[in-house]
């Protein structure tokens, strides 16, 4: 949708102002700037986060408890300050050990990382489908802001 009626002055003055503060890409660039500055490091794209389906409907009243932060939450696992096998070595170990406890949900902490780019942030959706622990898992979702918002996941335990 475009713009029809004319700037008035204010915008334009403001126009002015950061238009000079940006230059055009360079033909067949797609990126501004070029290179990355030696201290960064490129991380890839995640993979798009699909809800694992339950065999049954998680309903209504379960689907708005989660959504308003409202779950009961049985265990919390903080992954902070682990590299990525020592985190996925206790996500394992503490989601067999939730489900042989016949606990319900866990909270998983991960952290959001820079930017929201986090590595455990992104791997954990994975991590969830690896043999050992996904027959036990019925669903995962986005923990509510009260529990950690970007940075934490609810995951739900199958019964036994």
């Given at each position: ?27 067949g660039s797609s ?59 206790a996500l394992r ?68």
């Amino acid at each position: 949708m475009t713009n029809t009626r004319p700037p008035n002055p204010p915008d334009q003055d403001v126009w002015h102002r950061v238009s000079r503060t940006v230059s055009p890409l360079k033909k067949g660039s797609s990126k501004p700037g070029g290179a990355i500055p030696a201290g960064f490091m490129r991380v890839p794209t995640p993979k798009p986060v699909l809800r694992k389906p339950r065999h049954e409907p998680i309903g209504l009243r379960a689907d708005k408890k989660t959504r308003r932060g409202r779950v009961e939450i049985d265990i919390k696992l903080d992954l902070h300050d682990l590299t990525m096998p020592q985190a996925f070595e206790a996500l394992r170990r503490g989601i067999i050990r939730a489900y042989n406890q016949n606990f319900h949900c866990v909270l998983v902490i991960t952290g959001k990382g820079i930017r929201g780019q986090g590595v455990l942030r992104q791997n954990l959706p994975n991590w969830l489908g690896h043999p050992d622990i996904s027959p036990v898992i019925a669903e995962y979702a986005q923990a509510h802001i009260r529990h950690g918002g970007n940075g934490a996941w609810y995951i739900f335990l199958k019964t036994r």
